[in-house]
């Protein structure tokens, strides 16, 4: 936590104040505890949040860097954690950490459920990567997380930073 705090108050929170739209990309629990920090969950609840491979997070943050509410004011379905947008949409991201959890602690798996064709769905947040609702919210800056995948692949997409 004293290290997500530092990496908060010196990098992340001065460049959102500005009005700055972020990327960060980190492991999963370095995004954890800044998640932690963002929505206000103890550390008892936060061992629970999994988060999914490369699909990213979106918040829209008020003047005192706290997430607003998303435009349903409900929580996200896929964890029923957050106040962020995930950018595949919740039942997408709900199916792949079924997959990983399945992948993980379901004995009764025989084939990687990570490549089955049919579970390529969550790649149309690409589509609305672009979507501008989080620039036009009256807030401070925003913030885009997402978890490092564990294979290298090729980046398909430019990231434009957002003033």
Known sequence: MTRSRVY????LAPALRKGQTLLVVGHENNLR???MR???ISSDDII???LP???PLAYRLDTNLKPMNRPDDKLDEATGFLRGTWLGGDSAV?????RDYKQ???TSVIKNLEIDPSKNKWKSWKDIAGDTRCKEANGAGSVV????????EPLQHKVARQN
Request: net charge negative; proline share 3%; hydrophobic share 40%.
């Open 145 to 152: 997380m997402g978890r490092i995948p564990h294979r290298c």
């Open 104 to 106: 993980v602690y379901d």
């Open 38 to 40: 963002l929505e206000d």
């Open 48 to 50: 629970n949040l999994s």
């Open 53 to 55: 491979r490369a699909v």
């Open 94 to 98: 709900k199916e792949i950490l079924d």
């Open 8 to 11: 908060w108050e010196e990098v």
């Open 33 to 35: 505890s800044l998640i």
